[in-house]
């Protein structure tokens, strides 16, 4: 049976990229979010992950759903998908790497060889929908 390693997103946009993060000691960007953890809504979860990971506090009242995405999870075995349940929101405080997070960046399309495959399908998406560059 495939297993699915089910995390939650944010997907913030400017000027034509989207934010992602690097963990310490991994060469490839993802999505900022995680896991929820038992009894947390979706809201809830990514609140306190971006928290975590970012230092900044999303605005509880402009989280929207954004899509769900899937793709085989980098570094597992074949087989193995992450599911990408994604959200827009707005923030307050200034962005920091915090946590296990080294590096931030706002990435576009020129940017594809850095992305994990999770957030490639999202690029194309968002580039799709012409969100992003």
């Known amino acids: 049976m495939d297993k699915i390693i089910d995390k939650?997103?944010?997907?913030s946009i400017r000027d034509g990229k989207f934010l992602a993060v690097r963990s310490k000691g991994?060469?490839?960007?993802?999505?900022?979010?995680g896991k929820r953890e038992?009894?947390?809504?979706?809201?809830?979860?990514?609140?306190?992950?971006?928290?975590?990971?970012?230092?900044?506090?999303?605005?509880?009242?402009?989280?929207?759903?954004?899509?769900?995405?899937?793709?085989?999870?980098?570094?597992k075995a074949s087989g193995v998908t992450v599911q990408l349940t994604c959200y827009f929101a707005d923030f307050n405080g200034d962005l920091a790497a915090d946590a296990e997070i080294e590096e931030l960046r706002f990435i576009d399309s020129q940017d594809k060889a850095v992305c994990s495959l999770a957030a490639?399908?999202?690029?194309?998406?968002?580039?799709?929908?012409q969100l992003i560059n």
């Open 38 to 75: 038992q009894g947390e809504s979706d809201e809830q979860a990514l609140v306190r992950e971006i928290k975590e990971e970012l230092s900044v506090d999303l605005e509880l009242d402009s989280i929207k759903y954004a899509g769900t995405y899937s793709a085989q999870a980098d570094g």
């Open 8 to 11: 939650l997103a944010w997907i």
């Open 120 to 129: 490639l399908v999202v690029l194309d998406s968002l580039v799709e929908q």
């Open 26 to 33: 991994k060469e490839l960007f993802y999505l900022p979010g």
